[in-house]
């Protein structure tokens, strides 16, 4: 394992609900995915607070996964977001927190939560603007840890989700090049 991956499952120990606050405010549905969601902290707290009835949790690191079993609602999977273990149009959420600038394949990433996806639900995705200098050198920093630091703009990320023909509902930029889009598939 990297030593950003090892750094990546230390900070996925860390009880920071404060963090997860924005995915809190914002997602809600009854069968959602969390794809890329490692420990399952984020799956716990949507179960917690009702803003989710189950919780399918994709990580690739079956360490953190374990950690969320034994959580009524919340499912581990170990899978990756570019070829998820789900059928076609079986969920009615999917959530990407701090996860998408990780994966090898954004876009392949995208088209999968298309696909996962029922006509008319959301993918939510809450990152960081690549247009902002702290997310600059934070995309240095993950590429000398091993990470793929895939990050991108918001106009680059809205952009493929139209090409993925994902409706943008709304975004938002907030503190140190945070980013919230919710986005809708169309069928």
Not at 80 to 87: Q, S, T, Y
Not at 100 to 108: I, K, V
Not at 138 to 156: S, Y
Request: with cysteine; net charge positive.
């Amino acid at each position: 394992m990297t030593l950003g991956g090892t750094l990546l499952k230390l900070l996925y120990m860390l009880p920071l609900k404060w963090y997860y606050s924005k995915p809190l405010m914002h997602v809600r549905g009854g069968l959602i995915s969390d794809v890329g969601g490692g420990s399952g902290l984020l799956a716990r707290l949507l179960i917690e607070e009702r803003r989710a009835r189950d919780v399918v949790v994709i990580d690739p690191f079956l360490g953190l996964l374990k950690r969320g079993r034994g959580v009524r609602g919340v499912h581990p999977v170990a899978g990756v977001a570019e070829k998820l273990p789900l059928r076609d149009g079986s969920l009615d959420g999917v959530v990407i927190n701090d996860a998408l600038h990780h994966f090898s394949e954004p876009d392949r990433a995208l088209s999968e939560a298309f696909r996962v996806l029922k006509c008319g639900f959301p993918i939510y995705i809450f990152d960081f603007d690549l247009a902002s200098l702290p997310v600059k050198l934070l995309r240095l920093l993950e590429r000398i840890m091993g990470f793929p630091g895939n990050f991108m703009t918001l106009d680059t990320l809205i952009s493929k989700l139209q090409f993925t023909r994902f409706k943008r509902i709304y975004d938002e930029r907030g503190l140190l090049g945070s980013l919230a889009v919710k986005a809708e598939k169309i069928c």
